[in-house]
């Protein structure tokens, strides 16, 4: 339990960091934005408490507008990505439920199931994000195409990192 | 007021949610307006000094780069410095006597670099081609014997030093005329040794060395140096001298490049003797 919760820390320190003095740097020109800090979200336990989720979520978004000068336009896409994935949880969990030994990883959930739960989580964080960062739907379409490219350039990302990171943890069903 | 309260309760998640997303806009608002400053910055401590942190690091990365554009800079306001520019030396002028052949010709010319803890020493000057000097052109400056020419370019010469391994400069004791010849055997640059000095001579502890007419590069009577010791060598017919040089090899500035106008002329009817004396040799 404590192990957890320092790995989520550190994990939240580490992306926090990449995303700042990494990602930030990396050109991909203004539709494929990379905002990959929103895996800490997603790789939280299944079992964390929806209100601890939340909470995380805020304060993540917080310390990325403290670096972006975004004022709150991260700690708000955050909380409602927070928001979602309770919910999202519910919606796509397999017939038998999520136990504890489970993590929201591509290895243990398979393909389809994280590529369906990373990718709308992903495209409502960014899906806000943009439209705030804009702050109106006057340029909706290429706000909207920016949102969709983003989308995909982070999860691409993410995809790549899981499999970087977590081939180990893989076990035998 | 208990409906309400238990309305709340259940829904307490949602009602979280909407506080968090009521304050972010909160934030955000605050962040647009002019009148206030964001709460939220990148000039606070944390993020602040992190930035700092990582551009301090990438300074260290991209050092070479600013040395290269530093140094092309340097460069570029060092050639708009008054002292990059050299007055040019042309101060040759000719003089038509009928009674008097101009035979020395003077330029004054700079030391821009020199050695003198090598055992063959060279000097480089600024001045070349362009400016009149010629291969075995005389060194001197106003202390004495410095050395000759060795390669021109149009606007810069190397000069062997006199502090060099071949010796090529005759010498005489100023006082009675005897002839010598200067050599440098290495070691200390402020002295020389003239050797050949013929045994009559009445020398005393510092008796003028001067150069000698014998020589086709350098001006009679320019100062060499002070006599500082002579010997006999053992079974040697004449006098080694150990001599201080009157220039001061580390301190070189100013010299006069000395072209003589008779050098060719004296130079060609010597070769015919030194060919009739190959010829009898065969």
Known sequence: ???????????????????????????????????PYVLFILMLPFETPKIIVLFASFVLGLTMDAFYDTG???????????????HILKLISPREGYDNVMKPTVQYMGKT????YALILIFIHHFVFFYLEVFGFSEFFSTLLRALGSTLATFVFIYIVQFLFYRNDKISI | MRNLISFIYRNHFFFLFLLLEVSCFVLIIQSRSYQSTSLLNSANSVSGNLY????????????KDANLKLADENARLRNQLKS??????????????????????????????STTNRRSNYITLNIGSDQG???????????????????????????????????????????????????????DYRYATVIDIPTHVRLIKGDTIVTSAL??????????????????????????????????????????????????EQDSLELIITKEEEKKNK
């Not at chain 2, 101009?102 to 330029?107: D, M, R």
């Open chain 1, 1 to 35: 339990m404590i192990i957890d919760v320092l790995k989520n820390i550190a994990r939240f320190l580490i992306l926090s960091l990449l995303q700042v003095l990494v990602i930030s740097h990396v050109p991909l020109g203004s539709h494929f934005v990379l905002l």
């Open chain 2, 133 to 187: 000097v010629e291969k075995d052109n005389a060194v001197i400056n106003t202390d004495g014997v410095i050395g000759w020419v060795k390669d021109v370019s149009p606007n810069f010469s190397t000069a062997y030093s006199i502090l060099h391994k071949d010796p090529k400069v005759p010498c005489k004791v100023k006082k009675d005329g005897s002839y010598g010849g200067l050599i440098w055997d290495g070691g």
């Open chain 2, 215 to 264: 020589s086709d590069i350098f001006p009679e009577g320019v100062m060499v140096g002070f006599v500082e010791s002579f010997e006999r060598k053992q079974g040697d017919a004449f006098l080694t001298l150990k001599i201080k040089l009157n220039a001061d090899f580390k301190k070189l500035n100013y010299v006069y490049v000395v072209k003589n106008n008779s050098k060719l």
């Open chain 1, 72 to 86: 709150g336009m991260h700690a708000a896409a955050c909380v409602l990505m927070g928001f979602s994935r309770t």
């Open chain 2, 52 to 63: 700092a942190a990582v551009s301090n690091g990438r300074e260290y990365l991209l050092l």
């Open chain 1, 113 to 116: 199931w994280f590529s369906t």
């Open chain 2, 84 to 113: 990059s520019y050299d007055i040019l030396p042309q101060k040759v002028f000719t003089i038509n006597d009928t009674l008097y052949r101009k035979k020395y010709v003077y330029t004054q010319g700079k030391v821009i670099n």
